[in-house]
């Protein structure tokens, strides 16, 4: 019997195996992955969106627009810490939510988060990074960089604080994001970016601060 080819989905995931191991450009593959989802995506009504993004609209996602109440969540971080949102509540909380540990635009973001602290701390600001990564993965992430804010793992249950905050993709990771949330626990900034770009995080201490 003459073997079928393999699937789109399928050779995406195979190349993002062998993309691991060899270092190639990892965000090019999920890129390529969630293009291979996209005929499925329409046939279930999914409004069409550009590559790496999904259905992005104006300060707001899937399930959260600014002046909605920001949902309470707790994940473990690196460092093996634990971070609740409410648990800062009276500060302003930047939750940066990014696609995949070690891929390339990931590995630039996270050293410019780091580099912009001073303006952070300065506008009594606490940032977090987030991803579907799991905490091992993450903590040498974090190492291999050298960043010493906490970047979270929504792992399990899988990306249930992305799906909450409208930010999980279909290919099941989480879109990379920026969102705002203001000293009361009230969303004030949202923007959510192509895979391959780094989002500007000025914008957003900009709207905390009014």
């Known amino acids: 019997m003459k073997a079928s080819a393999p699937s789109a989905w399928a050779t995406a995931m195979i190349s993002s195996k062998g993309a691991e191991h060899l270092g190639v450009r990892l965000d090019e593959h999920i890129a390529f992955a969630i293009e291979a989802l996209r005929p499925v995506v329409n046939e279930l009504g999914i409004a069409n969106s550009p590559p790496g993004r999904s259905a992005p609209m104006a300060d707001q996602t899937r ?3 600014v002046g909605d109440p920001a949902p309470d969540f707790t994940l473990k971080g690196t ?3 634990k971070f609740t949102l409410s648990d800062h509540r009276g500060k302003n909380v930047v939750l940066a939510f990014f696609p995949a540990a070690f891929s390339p635009v990931c590995s630039r973001q996270m050293p410019r988060i780091q580099a912009e602290k ?3 701390d300065s506008s009594d600001v606490v940032v977090v990074s987030i991803s579907v990564d799991n905490t091992w993965a993450l903590d040498a992430f974090a190492k291999q960089l050298g960043v010493e804010f906490p970047i979270l793992s929504d792992f399990y249950p899988h990306g249930a604080v992305s799906e909450k905050y409208g930010v999980l993709h279909q290919a099941g990771v989480a879109e ?16 959510v970016s192509p895979m391959t770009e780094i989002p500007d995080t000025e914008p957003c201490l900009a709207a905390l601060k009014h």
Do not use: C, H, N, S
């Open 63 to 65: 399930t959260l627009k």
């Open 79 to 81: 460092g093996a810490t």
């Open 118 to 120: 001073t303006k952070f």
């Open 176 to 191: 990379r994001a920026v969102i705002g949330i203001d000293r009361e626990g009230t969303v004030r900034y949202i923007e």
